[in-house]
């Protein structure tokens, strides 16, 4: 997956993933229908998520793929994101 405009790399992005830790960031990244989209929300909330396996399961393999999940704020849910799609985060 790559995209023709100037994209963060994925070790930055990585990092900047885990220096955030519970605080808030906000992601502009674009979709996989090529669509600009920015989250506002947490990469690990400090409330502690109750999960089933499957959960678990897919969460790993979307990992595993690249995907960053990220729980929005407004939306009330987990979304996600690819390392390589990144424009900016903050």
Partial sequence: MTYSINTMNKTTVKDVVKARGTRFATVTFIKK????????????????????????????????????PIYSVS??????????????IN
Avoid: M
Avoid at 35 to 57: A, E, M
């Fill in 33 to 68: 229908n090529g669509t600009q989209r920015t989250i506002n929300g947490l990469f690990r909330p400090s409330s502690k998520i109750v999960g089933n396996t499957k959960g678990r399961v897919i969460s790993q393999a979307q990992k595993a793929n690249g995907y960053i």
């Fill in 75 to 88: 939306d009330k849910s987990w979304r996600c994101f690819h390392v390589n799609s990144v424009l900016e």
